[in-house]
């Protein structure tokens, strides 16, 4: 893989914001290449985009119309564009995020208060308008300026009509509202305090002081984790006059996720990750099915791998995630129809004809929020911090923290011993030789393979780690 193929993800987001921020069974962890993340990406544009004059929207279903009446969709489908437009770092990429954000504006306006009493849709919309203005580089400051208003008007209230009483209050202790409704019926819900904390973050690297954004996020995270979440990692959905309730649902526990990590909580945000995967996935790790046919949930799992990709490549934990993680990413790929569309059950095929677009986003999320990923490394590539080499179980990682580690599972067997080097890389030269690099480029570390060019290095399906000659002659192993 070219070392300049992917964008990586380091110190709380993708590098864009630095410019301005026991697996078993089943289906077993895949490559999948720069090719596919493209394919099924141009496969769901193909199928649902509109442009519609620069004011682009998402249709509902193949061959439907716009949605409007699903606002949080909408703002979800606008960010899957983003991930892909970070992963690819394309214009045109960048181009479409443009006009998909101008079109939820064009039908929404720039104050959402009016369009839906669901505290959680907001913050949605917040999330994808900030991740947009992120991922462009864009001088549409109006973006974050929309996002920054309409979270200030939800959280502290006094804006009429639309939210005339803050939505978050000492009620249960505090936290966010579910909605407008704060009687007895109403519950305040993980769908709105981790997006919320979310936004807030991100809100305070756009306006770093003055603001008391950090604070905020910092209220509904403490709030969500004090009375959400358990000691084993498990998140409730609510809480309400009945107490604590609710199912651990895949975008509650991805939110979460990212909120623990950003805030600096990064044993919280280990312990819920890992008890997803131990406790809640399915065969193979794969993750829960919450329905097709366009129902609220069906896009909740792309919402999960957006934020668990970011908090394991930033947290350098590739080791204990990233087969689980590539485990979806190759379940979403086998289920395609003939169109390249991948709904959201990963354990059957995607039928071919009336797919909903909310169903299929969770797929190309998975495939662009994962680097791609190969079994073997040709000369001159690179492997940077983050980018592996997969064979089933087996995974072969650059890890962020400078170290190159051979996995089988979540257990490492032979590593380069060069840990302390963030920003360190491993590069297959043309030469022949395997070395890591230090970020100022000295050597720490070769297999000494050096003088045989064409030279190459793959991760068997037995795990061993073998660097051969151009003829197939094998230099050097891990003996693993």
């Known amino acids: 893989m070219n070392r300049n193929m992917v964008v990586c993800i380091r110190s709380g987001w993708y590098v864009l914001i630095g410019a301005i921020l026991v697996l078993g069974g089943g289906i077993r962890a895949s490559a999948f290449s720069a090719a596919q993340a493209t394919s099924i990406w141009n496969s769901y544009n193909n199928s649902f985009y509109v442009g519609n004059g620069g004011n682009a929207y998402y249709r509902q279903d193949q061959g439907g119309g716009q949605d409007t009446g699903d606002f949080w969709y909408n703002a979800e489908e606008l960010e899957m564009a983003v991930d892909r437009a970070q992963q690819s770092g394309s214009a045109g990429d960048k181009t479409i995020v443009t006009a998909l954000v101008n079109g939820f504006d064009a039908t929404y306006g720039s104050d959402w208060t009016n369009d839906t009493i669901y505290n959680d849709d907001i913050m949605w919309a917040c999330l994808a308008h900030l991740r947009a203005y992120f991922v462009t580089g864009s001088t549409q400051t109006n973006w974050a300026v929309e996002a920054a208003d309409n979270f200030n008007w939800v959280y502290n209230g006094n804006h009429s009509p639309g939210r005339v009483a803050p939505q978050y209050d000492s009620t249960y202790g505090g936290g966010m509202w579910w909605s407008t409704d704060h009687s007895s019926t109403g519950t305040k819900n993980a769908c709105d305090n981790g997006p919320g904390a979310l936004v807030g973050y991100y809100l305070s690297v756009v306006w770093p002081s003055g603001t008391g954004f ?46 623990a ?85 990963w354990s059957a095929a995607t039928p071919t004809g009336g797919q909903y677009g909310w169903d299929c986003t969770p797929s190309v999320v998975a495939l662009n929020v994962l680097l791609p990923t190969a079994t073997t490394l040709n000369e001159p590539s690179v492997l940077d911090g983050g980018q592996e080499l997969l064979n089933g179980n087996y995974a072969f990682i650059m890890q962020t923290d400078g170290n190159l580690v051979l996995y089988n599972g979540s257990t490492a067997i032979w590593a380069s011993n060069t840990s302390g080097n963030p920003g360190a890389y491993c590069t297959m030269q043309s030469d022949g030789n395997l070395v890591v690099y230090s970020s100022s480029g000295g050597a720490l570390w070769a297999t000494g393979t050096n003088g045989n060019p064409g030279a190459y290095v793959t991760l068997q399906t037995d795990g061993n780690v073998v660097v051969y000659s151009s003829s197939n002659v094998a230099l050097w192993a891990t003996g693993t």
Do not use: C
């Open 214 to 259: 950090l604070g905020q996020a910092q209220n509904m995270y403490t709030w969500e984790k004090t009375y959400l979440v358990n000691s084993s990692g498990y998140v409730y959905d609510h809480w309400g006059s009945s107490g604590l309730e609710g199912y651990d649902l895949s975008y509650n526990a991805g939110t979460f996720i990212g909120a």
């Open 261 to 345: 990590y950003l805030l600096g909580n990064f044993s919280t945000a280990g312990l819920v990750a890992s008890y997803y995967m131990n406790n809640l996935s399915g065969a193979g790790g794969i993750l829960p099915d919450w329905g097709t046919g366009g129902g609220n949930n069906d896009g909740f799992n792309g919402i999960f791998m957006r934020w668990m990709a970011l908090y394991m490549y930033d947290s350098g934990t590739e080791g204990t995630y990233s087969v689980w993680l590539y485990n979806n990413a190759a379940a979403a790929l086998s289920v395609e129809n003939s169109s390249g569309l991948s709904w959201d059950d």
